[in-house]
């Protein structure tokens, strides 16, 4: 059974300018120390209309439709999530390969499916990523478990590349 604990925040402050240490790595040019399991996201706020830019790691990347799944670690409420949810016309760079993108928010049935088969591939990251959202899982090699932390914890995004940039 998943449990929902305290839930966890964005960082403030300080551990804010750490967290979002990896998008000045991109800013400079060194987006491959990255590698194939993180992206930098661009973005347009929601409120703003202003650019905003996450990194966010790539829970699976599919090549035959050319689409990136994204999770959104704080839920629902992550600012990136809401923007997309407003403004879906992104554009995306991983390593230095920079592309054009269409941000999909997937269903609580796709975001189930997502959250098992990244729990099956990432056992380990799964876990720090429950524990970021405050879930507790009573059995994390408990593939229904994990159908449930993504069916009502976990969204998940399919970033549909459209084209290079």
Known sequence: MVKKGEPKLPPSGWRRYLWRAPIHL?????????GKRFLLLN????????PRQAV??????????NVYYVASGFGKKSDWY???QAHP???????NKKMRAHARLLSPEESAKEAVRYARAHPRAAMEL???MG???????DEEEWRTAGREYIPFV????????
């Open 158 to 165: 399919a970033l549909e590349v459209v084209g290079q940039e």
């Open 89 to 95: 016309h992104v554009t995306i760079q991983v390593g």
């Open 56 to 65: 966010v790691e790539i829970a699976r990347y599919d090549p035959e439709a």
């Open 26 to 34: 991109y800013r400079v040019g060194l987006g491959p120390l990255m």
């Open 130 to 132: 429950s524990k970021l």
């Open 135 to 141: 879930l507790e899982l009573d059995n994390p090699d």
């Open 43 to 50: 973005h347009i706020g929601r409120k703003t209309g202003l």
């Open 82 to 84: 809401r923007n997309l």
